[in-house]
């Protein structure tokens, strides 16, 4: 799977809880050049993903949530310009910020975002239609913001746990309809993960 996003072929990761989704989305953007965009649907998960790669001596992250003060938000964006981060971590209502898009838009014209990650992905079919329209735009924003006329962001999904028709509509969502895009641990794995997302869904 690691391969495929150096490649720049997007991608729909479905591993269970713990089995090294970060790290799919973590070492590919450490070889690749520019910065990572990660789309977290909570405060604590961004903090948390945060915690870790510091917690790895990966001091070039950053998170840009609603409960930071205007100038923690400003100093990030400023760090995004400079090329001083690897990884920034935002929810899906930022890209509906119009001065954020516009900003970020600038970023992308001076580095490239080589990865643009949605993280918890079955979010982006069981919220996007009532509870959060802002995944509804989010392929579109990312897409667009996030790439300049040089290049543009490999889309990678990442979920724990996800039924066929779930994962159908993640790839719809996104745009990912490579056949070969949906990648599972095993097929034990794939078993598994795929009966826990039936039961949920």
């Known amino acids: 799977m690691i391969a495929r996003l ?84 935002i929810s899906p209502e930022r890209l509906q910020s119009e001065d954020f898009r516009q900003r970020l838009q600038d970023v992308a014209a001076r580095l490239p975002i080589s990865l643009a990650v949605v993280d918890e992905a079955h979010c982006v079919s069981e919220w996007g239609h009532d509870f959060r329209p802002s995944y509804l735009h989010m392929t579109h924003n990312l897409q667009k913001f996030c790439a300049s006329a040089a290049s543009k962001p490999t889309l990678v999904a990442l979920t724990g746990t996800a039924s066929f028709a779930v994962l159908t509509d993640i790839q719809a969502e996104l745009g990912i309809t490579d056949e070969s895009a949906i990648v599972l641990l095993d097929p034990s794995t794939e078993k598994n993960s795929l009966s826990r997302g039936a039961r949920a869904s």
């Open 6 to 89: 150096l490649q720049g072929r997007s991608t729909v990761v479905l591993l269970p809880t713990g089995g090294g989704k970060s790290l799919t989305y973590q070492y590919s953007g450490m070889l690749l050049p520019g910065m990572t965009i990660i789309v977290d649907p909570l405060i604590a998960l961004m903090i948390d993903q945060v915690d870790n790669l510091r917690g790895f001596a990966i001091d070039m992250v950053a998170a840009i949530t609603s409960i930071m003060e205007t100038q923690d938000r400003e100093r990030v964006i400023g760090q995004m310009g400079a090329g001083d981060l690897a990884f920034v971590f």
